[in-house]
């Protein structure tokens, strides 16, 4: 029978995970795919799940009431949402499709659970979302900066 | 097939200016303009090596630094691409159809083509820093077969803030290169990326042993480039980066672009990340 472990484990999440973990984590996984225009979740929703993108592109998005700010994208390789990891595991921001996309949701309770009982796999989870939270923190900051507009 | 120039210039001739006239001027931003200039001698436009500059003169204002923005391959037009940041480049930004200016040069060092053929390239701007990288874009495309993959990688504050919105348009629809175009603030109707340029090298596929990076835009922007590029398994001596000071005889006689132990003017613009990189963080260098 066909899994999802190939398709798992040719993601850049997956990269450092020892086969076993990759193992566990193809029993929380499920194929997805959302169209153009359509939410991911959104925000206050329960974080029940977070997404490894295969291809796409989603956006995280704020709605205030006159618009919609996008923060940033998000694309093939790359993770989508950690609040499934902090209680109350709610979502912060809305996510939205913004072309067709085909994603691998990771079901937060199975993950919760197993990493509950595996403290080795909730530590190499963590070790991976601790790295992508500190990258958007940084590059947040680059953005912040402001930096296309200083001279140099 | 590298493009070629003669070396920077040394002699007399170096600080004589050539009548240039203004052939087209194209709006890019509220602040930016491109300018197509002619000789008027009507002999052939210099070569140049992309990534050298030229000295442009506004005869009666000044002189400023440009890096040439322009196809290497055409000879009969030097195009430079100008941001007001003040009175002299005011005066470029606001010349008409038909204007002469004074153009010296062109000077320094380019970016390493050479050293780039059949390896892969990945190419990373910020705002302004993709006018001295067009060229290089240009050569690549016209002789797409002597490189490997080719990523580039494009950021501005807005989508207002983009330069060559149409070649980019038309750059990514034929596919020749793998074009990612980002902002750090979407306007309404924008539906493509949002975020930091550098965020998005660590979802490129790369082969770091055959890999060779080139990135031009804010210090601050540059320096984190070469941190991910490293992180991504490439020395900073794959790295090649273009410096912007205060270059004013362009011949390494003023000192003006003094940085550290480079004047920029003849070492530069374009240094190799391991040479010019601890020097990035030191302040009021």
Known sequence: MDTLEPLLAAHPFARHLSAAHLHVLVGCARNVRFDAGQFVFREGERADAFYLIRDGCIALEVATPTTTLTMMTLGAGEVLGWSWLFPPYRWKFDARAVEPTRAIALDAQCLRTKSETDHDLGYELLKQFALMVEQRLHATRLQLLNAYDANG | ?285
Not at chain 2, 114 to 128: F, K, P, Q, S
């Open chain 2, 1 to 285: 097939m590298t493009p070629t120039a003669e070396p920077p210039a040394t002699g007399p001739s170096a600080f004589l200016p050539r009548s240039f006239r203004v052939a087209a001027v194209h709006r890019e931003t509220a602040e930016t303009r491109t300018l197509e200039l002619q000789p008027v001698d009507g002999r052939p436009a210099p070569a140049f090596v992309p990534g050298q500059f030229t000295m442009v003169y506004v005869f009666g204002v000044g002189e400023v630094p440009m890096s040439i923005t322009g196809d290497p391959a055409r000879d009969d037009r030097l195009v430079h691409t100008v941001r007001v940041v003040g009175a002299v480049s005011r005066a470029i930004a606001g010349l008409r159809r038909g204007a002469e200016i004074g153009i010296r040069g062109p000077f320094g060092r380019g970016w390493p083509l050479t050293e780039a053929l059949g390896r892969d390239l990945i190419i990373v701007a910020g705002g302004v820093g993709l006018a001295p990288l067009r060229p290089v874009i240009y050569h690549v495309r016209a002789h797409r077969a002597a490189f490997g993959r080719v990523s580039v990688l494009y950021g501005a504050r807005t989508p207002d803030e983009l330069l060559y919105r149409r070649e980019l348009a038309r750059w990514r629809r034929d596919g020749a290169i793998d074009l990612q175009v980002t902002v750090d603030r979407a306007s309404a109707g924008w539906t493509g990326l949002v975020g930091v340029p550098t965020l998005r090298l660590r979802q490129l596929t790369i082969d770091p042993a055959r890999t060779l990076a080139l990135t031009c835009g804010p210090e601050v922007m540059m320096r984190y480039a070469v941190r991910e590029l490293e992180h991504c398994g490439l020395d900073a001596a794959q790295v090649h980066l273009s410096m912007e000071r205060n270059m004013q005889c362009a011949v390494g006689l003023c000192g003006h672009c003094q940085f550290g132990p480079d004047f920029l003017c003849r070492s530069g613009p374009v240094l190799r990340a391991d040479r010019v990189l601890p020097r990035l963080a030191i302040r009021e260098l």
